[in-house]
């Protein structure tokens, strides 16, 4: 499903427009884009949790030369599905 799709669906189950759902789901996105780069962790319950973690430095090897080569550290984001949302996936 890509987005478009997903505009069509949320405005199909939740009886607005397509521009109604879509400005619905741009805010949704940004307001969890925004949580997350600031460290906030966003849980819905049922479905997930959306945070930021840490990755450390570690040594990594490249591939091509198998030469040692030092990964620094970084920040991702990171989603962890909730139980229910794991068992409609995977019952």
Known sequence: MNSCELVDAVAA??????????EVISAFLEVVTEAVANGEKITLVGFGSFERRE???REGRNPKTQETMTIP???VPAFSPRKLFREKVAP
Do not use: G, S
């Open 13 to 22: 189950k939740t009886n607005i427009t397509k521009k109604q759902a879509d």
């Open 73 to 75: 550290a970084t920040r």
């Open 55 to 57: 990755r450390f430095e």
